[in-house]
């Protein structure tokens, strides 16, 4: 029992982990004598799953003058250090005589429990791979709001999001579970937390499909968006959602169907002084 008890433990550490790094990251990116601009400002849109990493990167010197690009990695929970290595360039409005660089990075997760970083250095290569580009440093902080703001994805414009409840919550790490509601008949969830995906495709069960989100004055809203993969063997997909705060616990019954989405509001609310 001891055994089991702390292999839980320890899945639960690492799933809570994980999730530090999930989300927008900003700041700025610098460059040895030899790139385009002597600073470049950053973003990193990270999804994590586990310990795999994907998402988009941001170069630019504004959002008229970028190159977007995608990358996959890792994340250690241990160490707490994040590789990431861009795969390919997406996109790019750059001058005509700047060439995309497709970068390598070591990321440590640092927070004082007011402010979160990604810190680390990074190397890589130009476009043709032919070359490689002047290596520099980075400092990226957590936000909760892109400079490229991207466009829902189709999953949350071809439904309507129908608003469940708005709950007003202390800060703090608030665990989210679902469950299948009733008999279990293979309903299968996405679910987005402010248009990122943090679960996908996990099918409803007894045991919880989990994940978390942090609410404080830095990270003070979140729209959670349930997604129904398909309409289980009884229509419509249905789960019960389960809100963990510090104090507090939610219970919340949830529908999704070919017209919706079923979506919940977590609104951060410091609390009044006794």
Request: net charge neutral; with cysteine.
């Amino acid at each position: 029992m001891r055994y089991c008890f702390f292999l839980a433990a320890l899945f639960f550490t690492q799933l809570v982990s994980a999730q530090q790094v999930n989300g927008i990251w900003k700041g700025k990116l610098v460059m040895e004598p030899g790139g385009c601009f002597p600073v470049y400002h950053m973003e990193l849109q990270i999804t994590v799953n586990g310990t795999k990493v994907t998402g988009s990167s941001y170069h630019y010197s504004d959002t008229t003058n970028f190159v977007k690009e995608e990358f996959e990695g890792s994340y250690d929970t241990v160490s707490k250090i994040l590789h990431i290595q861009e795969t390919k360039v997406a996109t790019f409005r750059i001058p005509a005589d700047c060439t995309p660089c497709i970068k390598r990075y070591v990321l440590e997760y640092h927070t004082d429990g007011k402010e979160e970083q990604l810190r680390g250095s990074w190397t890589g290569k130009t476009l043709e791979r032919s070359l490689d580009c002047p290596p520099g440093s980075i400092v990226l902080t957590r936000s909760q709001k892109s400079d490229f703001t991207p466009p829902p994805p189709p999953k949350l414009t071809n439904r309507n999001n129908e608003l469940v409840r708005e709950l007003y919550v202390d800060t703090g790490k608030i665990r989210i579970d679902f469950y299948d509601n009733g008999q279990i008949d293979g309903d299968t969830i996405t679910v987005f937390v402010n248009n990122i995906p943090v679960i996908s495709r996990e099918m409803l069960s007894l045991k919880p499909v989990t994940t978390y989100v942090t609410i404080d004055a830095l990270h003070p809203e979140h729209e959670i968006v349930m997604f129904g993969e398909n309409m289980g063997t009884i229509p419509p997909n249905t789960a019960l959602m389960i809100i963990k705060t510090k104090d507090e616990r939610y219970q919340l019954y949830l529908t999704s169907d070919e017209k919706k989405n079923a979506m919940v509001r977590l609104i951060y609310r410091k609390p009044d002084k006794k």
